[in-house]
T-cell receptor
C-alpha cells in the first residue's frame, strides 16, 4: 500500500525567506505526485503535479525517486502563500485515480 | 462553468441519526470521489465512482457508510446511525476521467453531538 508523509505539521517563515515543505512517499511502482493547497476559507485546489514540471506561483517540486521525495520549494515566500499544503500520490494502474494524501503542513508566512 | 458543489455546507446531528450529504460534480466529469478530512487523520479516500458504478469502495470506514450516484452526475453519501467519530469535513471531487486533475467541492462540515 502507498503512503505519503509530511513530517512538519506547522512551518513558519518570514516574508522573503526561502521555504521548503517536505514530502516523502512509499510506493513500489511509479507514482504520480501532486501538491494541493487550501487557502483560508477556500476549497482545496491543485498547485502542481510532477509530470507537468511547471512552476506555479513561484513554487517548484522535483520528484526524487532515489530518496522517494517530492519536496515543495519557493525561493522567496510571500504572505499570501500562507495556507495548508497537502502532498498527494496517485498510484496509477487500477487505483482509479484516487489520491493518497499526507497529513498536511500549515505554512505561515510572517510579514 | 460552475465548479463542484456540495450541500449542506454544515450539518449538526445527534448521535444515532442518519445523514445524507450531496455532491454535484462538474458537468461532463465521469469520475467522482469522496474524501474525509478530519483532525489527526488528514484527508482520507472513501469511495470512487466511474459513471454510476463504484469500482472502489475500499475507503468506507464501516457498513454504516454508503454512497450512490445517479445519472452519472449527482452523488449522495449516506451515514447511518452516526457516531461522534464521524464528525469531519466530507469532500467531494470530480475529474474528467480517472487520473485527470481532481476538482474539489467546498465540503460539508458534519458535527455529531
Amino acid at each position: 500500500a502507498q503512503r505519503v508523509t509530511q513530517p512538519e505539521k506547522l512551518l513558519s517563515v518570514f516574508k522573503g525567506a526561502p521555504v521548503e515543505l517536505k514530502c516523502n512517499y512509499s510506493y513500489s511502482g511509479s507514482p504520480e505526485l501532486f501538491w494541493y493547497v487550501q487557502y483560508s476559507r477556500q476549497r482545496l485546489q491543485l498547485l502542481l503535479r510532477h509530470i507537468s514540471r511547471e512552476s506555479i506561483k513561484g513554487f517548484t517540486a522535483d520528484l526524487n525517486k532515489g530518496e522517494t521525495s517530492f519536496h515543495l520549494k519557493k525561493p522567496f515566500a510571500q504572505e499570501e502563500d500562507s495556507a495548508m499544503y497537502y502532498c498527494a500520490l496517485h498510484a496509477g494502474g487500477t487505483s482509479y485515480g484516487k489520491l493518497t494524501f499526507g497529513q498536511g503542513t500549515i505554512l505561515t508566512v510572517h510579514p | 462553468g460552475a465548479g463542484v458543489s456540495q450541500s449542506p455546507s454544515n450539518k449538526v446531528t445527534e448521535k444515532g441519526k442518519d445523514v445524507e450529504l450531496r455532491c454535484d460534480p462538474i458537468s461532463g466529469h465521469t469520475a467522482l470521489y469522496w474524501y474525509r478530512q478530519s483532525l489527526g487523520q488528514g484527508l482520507e479516500f472513501l469511495i470512487y465512482f466511474q459513471g454510476n458504478s463504484a469500482p472502489d469502495k475500499s475507503g468506507l470506514p464501516s457498513d454504516r457508510f454508503s454512497a450512490e450516484r445517479t445519472g452519472g452526475s449527482v452523488s449522495t453519501l449516506t451515514i447511518q446511525r452516526t457516531q461522534q467519530e464521524d464528525s469531519a469535513v466530507y469532500l467531494c471531487a470530480s475529474s474528467l476521467s480517472p487520473g485527470e486533475t481532481q476538482y474539489f467541492g467546498p465540503g460539508t462540515r458534519l458535527l455529531v453531538l
